[in-house]
């Protein structure tokens, strides 16, 4: 009995020891996440081709855990624009997006965004996406 006594003090202090750092890998810890978005047209759309056609932009912004559930967090359509309207990269429309209370062990981001393309009712969608991680920067740039 005398010799499992002795051992007592010996495990006490290596649970001790190993109970912080289990801990702080076991608490989650909140990170705050900001994205640029910059629309922009890719052209001048000065010929008379695309005097009919417009654009509208939708950027959506999901939270993506580890299991694959998506929530989104943030959802904006920009107005409907002819394409000749939309400014240039120097002058591009600028977008800034916080997201607070994201878990960065277990989440990350992924922004995606719908360009509309409209010329004299025909449409065309294009796709987009980017998923966002502490190891890259929230920078996307959308061009029309």
């Given amino acids: ?22 801990k702080e890998a076991m608490e989650t810890k909140l990170v705050t996440k900001s994205i640029s978005v910059s629309v922009y047209k890719s052209s001048s759309y000065t010929s008379l081709v695309y005097n009919n056609t417009s654009a509208k932009v939708n950027i959506i912004v999901e939270k993506v855990d580890t299991k694959g559930k998506r929530m989104i967090v943030w959802d904006k359509k920009l107005e409907q ?16 997006i916080t997201i607070y209370n994201l878990d960065g062990k277990k989440e990350c981001l992924l922004v995606h965004y719908i360009v509309t393309y409209n010329s004299k009712g025909s449409e065309l969608q294009m796709h987009g996406s980017t998923f966002l991680n502490d190891n890259n920067t929230g920078g996307i740039d959308i061009s029309i």
Wanted: hydrophobic share 50%; proline share 8%; aromatic share 16%.
């Fill in 81 to 96: 624009k002819y394409l000749s309207e939309y400014p240039s990269v120097e002058n591009a429309l600028k977008e800034n």
């Fill in 1 to 22: 009995m005398n010799k499992y006594l002795a051992w007592l003090p010996a495990f006490i202090i290596l649970a001790v020891v190993i109970y912080k750092p289990v």
